[in-house]
Nanobody
Framework: HVQLVESGGGSVQAGGSLRLSCVAS????????MAWFHQGAGEKREGVVA??????NTYYADSVKGRFTVSQDKNTAYLQMDSMRPEDTATYYCAAGFLGPVPGLKFTPLRQYEYNYWGQGTQVTVS
């Protein structure tokens, strides 16, 4: 089993920055991909960014390209959020999964079903 703990959420003014962290513990050797999803009030959970094997591949939703950066250091994934907008307000969830862009298999890194473990979420508010 794998446990994920997010931190770094909070309130920020539009144009500001926040950095989220997600620490994975437990049986992490099988984890190949990590991702961040967000879910606004009354909205669906959507993929924001994903990272494969510590940075071999990174993936970004169109809405955050050029503003958000995903990185990973061993068992910790980071989400650097810059030039933040009110529409970034949401609960942000860290996810970890076994899969990745293996030849012959379809991998959709910003879809929930690709991930096996989830954190509890951290609230981000942009005003």
């Amino acid at each position: 089993h794998v446990q994920l703990v997010e931190s770094g959420g909070g309130s920020v003014q539009a144009g500001g920055s926040l950095r989220l962290s997600c620490v994975a513990s437990g049986y992490t050797s099988r984890i190949n991909s990590m991702a961040w999803f967000h879910q606004g009030a009354g909205e669906k959970r959507e993929g924001v960014v994903a990272i494969y094997k510590g940075g071999v591949n990174t993936y970004y939703a169109d809405s955050v390209k050029g503003r958000f950066t995903v990185s990973q250091d061993k068992n910790t994934a980071y989400l650097q959020m810059d030039s933040m907008r009110p529409e970034d307000t949401a609960t942000y969830y860290c996810a970890a999964g076994f899969l990745g862009p293996v030849p012959g298999l379809k991998f959709t890194p910003l879809r929930q079903y690709e991930y096996n473990y989830w954190g509890q979420g951290t609230q981000v508010t942009v005003s």
